[in-house]
Each structure stands twice: as structure tokens, then as C-alpha cells.
């Protein structure tokens, strides 16, 4: 079964700062990443996926996958207040049709 | 745009009562999923149906009954409530395999 482990539990930035958090997972042959945002009292909403090896940028967020080091990374400039969130990495696509496994989350908190 | 509703938004029931959590969207997305999302735990799979009248049990189904009558609807019971079953519930649906799930608001059940 898919492990997918996130870290840092919890990250606190200042406003204006870059946040990075990472994912690791365990099969190679996983075919989709996906970083979701849930804010409080909220379902989650995805952010943006990687397929393929090597980096997507979309607006103020950035994601790196490298498939050898089974890891992914989410890093977003110039983090706003409103980017505080629980940010949930999900690993799809190496076992049964379409099923999405999730890690633990990383709590961001952007102080103003 | 489509919606994903679930209800009731919280649920109050006593240990040992069986429960029904709902289910409705309006994508006409093929695949449903239920999730409980435990603190510090993650998202676990309780159940998912990739059509009409299909069950698939998830990594967490043991006390847990669904029923997929319609496409558009996915209902999950709880068997018989236990105390440390305190979580939320989340619903959520998919078009096709590797795309985005989008997720409800969720159920936040509390037994007493």
C-alpha cells in the first residue's frame, strides 16, 4: 500500500516569506501528484499536480518531483495570511483505478 | 459549475446507534469516495464506488456500510457508533483516473 509522509507537522512564516513543505512516498510507479489546501471547517481543494519528473510553476507556487527520491516539494513565494491552511500532499495512479492516497497534512501559518 | 453537498454538516449520535452520512453531486462524475479525516492522521478510505451500484472497501471499511443507488449520490453508515469514532467525514468524487478529486465540506460526527 502507498505510504505518503509529509514534513514539517506544522510550519510558521512571515508574511512576504517563501514556504516550502515536502512529501515522500513509496511506490516509484505512481503516475500523479497532487497538493490540496484545506481551510478550516472545509473539504479540501486541489492546488496543482505533477506528472512528469522536474518542476511546475503555477502563479506564486512551485512544485519539484523527483521520481528516483520517490519526494515532491510545494514551495510558495511571497506567502500571503491567506495561505494559512493545512496542506495535504495525495499520491495517485500506481494501484487501484484512480484511488488517491493522502498524507498527515502540513499546518501552515503565515503571520502578518 | 458543479457542487458536491453533503449532509447533515454535523451529526450527534449515541454509542452503539447506527448512522447515515449523505452524499449528492451534480459533476455526473463516475467515481464517489468516502473519507475519514482524523486528526493528525491523514485521510483514510472507508469506501468507493466507481459506478452505479458498485462498492469497493477502502483501507478503513470494518464497521462501515455504503450504498451507491444513483450515480450522483453515496451514502456511508456507521453500523454502530463508538466513542472514538469522533471525526469528520469527507465525500468526495472523480471524472476519470488521475484527475482531481473534488471533496465536500464534510460531516463532523460526535458520539455521546
Known amino acids: 500500500q502507498e505510504k505518503v509522509q509529509q514534513s514539517p507537522e506544522s510550519l510558521i512564516v512571515p508574511e512576504g516569506a517563501m514556504s516550502s513543505l515536502n512529501c515522500t512516498f513509496s511506490n516509484s510507479a505512481s503516475q500523479s501528484i497532487w497538493w490540496y489546501q484545506q481551510h478550516p471547517g472545509k473539504g479540501p481543494e486541489a492546488l496543482i499536480s505533477i506528472f512528469s519528473n522536474g ?36 499520491v495517485g495512479g500506481g494501484s487501484a483505478l484512480g484511488r488517491l492516497h493522502f498524507g498527515a497534512g502540513t499546518q501552515l501559518i503565515v503571520i502578518p | ?86 471525526a469528520v467525514f469527507l465525500c468526495a468524487s472523480s471524472g476519470t483516473a488521475n484527475s482531481d478529486y473534488t471533496f465536500g465540506s464534510g460531516t463532523r460526527l460526535l458520539v455521546i
Open chain 1, 55 to 90: 518542476n511546475k510553476k503555477e502563479g506564486r507556487l512551485t512544485v519539484y518531483l523527483n521520481r528516483a527520491s520517490l519526494h515532491v516539494s510545494l514551495h510558495i513565494r511571497d506567502s500571503q495570511p491567506s495561505d494559512s491552511a493545512v496542506y495535504l500532499c495525495a
Open chain 2, 1 to 86: 459549475g458543479g457542487i458536491i453537498t453533503q449532509t447533515p454538516k454535523f451529526l450527534i449520535g449515541q454509542e452503539g446507534q447506527k448512522l447515515t452520512l449523505k452524499c449528492q453531486q451534480n459533476f455526473n462524475h463516475d467515481t464517489m469516495y468516502w473519507y475519514r479525516q482524523d486528526s493528525g492522521k491523514g485521510l483514510r478510505l472507508i469506501y468507493y464506488s466507481i459506478t452505479e451500484n458498485d462498492l469497493q472497501k477502502g483501507d478503513l471499511s470494518e464497521g462501515y456500510d455504503a450504498s451507491r443507488e444513483k450515480k450522483s449520490s453515496f451514502s456511508l453508515t456507521v453500523t454502530s457508533a463508538q466513542k472514538n469514532e469522533m
